[in-house]
């Protein structure tokens, strides 16, 4: 195909019809004509294969979002100096992953040989994204995860408690099927209705949605605009949620596997912009990221 841009003046054509009420033709007016000016891709090796739209007041019609102001409420609650961009991570396959054991907040669970693998595999697919700081929750099977994926760099990792994973009290280290079996109604409602999972008077979800606002506020008030998180799947739920203003009854909305990659924009007021979720096309590829 050759190139160069080609300009389009739109031309409705409408197929005759008896009833001329029921498809009404739209009402174009003199000084709201649109022209569309797509770059067209080529094989010609010296131009970058493109494909753009645009229409007048060169506004992009690709899809991505012109402004997200008022997009959600103000993770902050004070202004940022610049936008932000947040990838998140969860951390690579752990030992208790494969073991089918409920995790929590326990530090006995650690990075496999596999979840170390999965973690280099992060590691190359964001290496030509520049990172001004990365977090990482403490906790051993994410701190491994981090400590590889930021490996050579000469920031510190910056370890924030507000990472940590959810406290799952006495579930935590017993097999799924054990803990089925021995606290049935506990076990049950942690899966099906954790919302109103409690133990002694105590929600952990409530727990762990204070503490990603904490993260979130630890995060985005950090010097720097493009910032790298390594932590846990039911706190980044939380994460995710709150950005996005949902509340701890949407915790099983969203999912991520292991060293998925979940992105947010933040605009200088502090609201948030959901860009990608659970992205793993690096786990089976050897695919490279660019936003």
């Not at 994973?165 to 803990?179: I, R």
Request: glycine fraction near 6%; charge should be neutral.
């Amino acid at each position: 195909m050759s190139s160069g841009a080609i300009l389009i003046t739109p031309y409705f054509s409408f197929p005759s019809i008896s009833n001329s009420n029921k498809f009404p033709r739209p009402k174009l007016h003199s000084n709201s004509s649109i022209n569309y000016c797509i770059r067209c891709s080529t094989s010609s090796p010296e131009l970058p294969v493109t494909t753009t739209e645009r229409f007048r007041y060169d506004t992009p019609l690709t899809g991505g979002a012109f402004d997200f102001e008022k997009a959600t409420t103000s993770l902050t609650r004070k202004a940022l100096a610049c936008p932000k961009k947040v990838t998140i991570v969860r951390h690579g396959l752990s030992s208790w992953n494969e073991e089918g054991r409920v995790q929590g907040s326990s530090n006995l669970s650690i990075l496999s040989e596999k979840g170390a693998m999965q973690a280099e595999r992060c590691k190359m697919a964001l290496s030509d994204i520049h990172f001004d700081q990365c977090f990482s929750s403490p906790i051993s099977r994410a701190k491994t995860t981090a400590e590889i994926m930021w490996q050579g760099k000469e920031e510190p990792l910056i370890f924030l408690d507000s990472l940590k994973e959810a406290h799952l009290y006495f579930l935590e280290g017993m097999k799924n099927e054990d803990a089925k079996r021995i606290y049935p109604k506990e076990y049950t409602t942690w899966r099906e209705d954790p919302s109103n999972f409690c133990v002694d008077g105590v929600y952990p979800l409530q727990k762990l949605w204070g503490r990603a606002y904490e993260a979130w506020e630890e995060i985005l008030l950090t010097p720097g605009e493009n910032f790298l998180v390594v932590t846990h799947k039911s706190i980044l739920r939380a994460l995710i949620c709150t950005a996005l203003g949902l509340g701890p009854e949407r915790f099983r909305s969203v999912d991520i596997n292991n060293g998925g990659f979940c992105v947010f924009k933040f605009n200088k007021q502090g609201e948030a912009m959901l860009h990608s979720l659970n992205m793993t096309a690096h786990m089976y590829t050897d695919h490279i990221y660019h936003y």
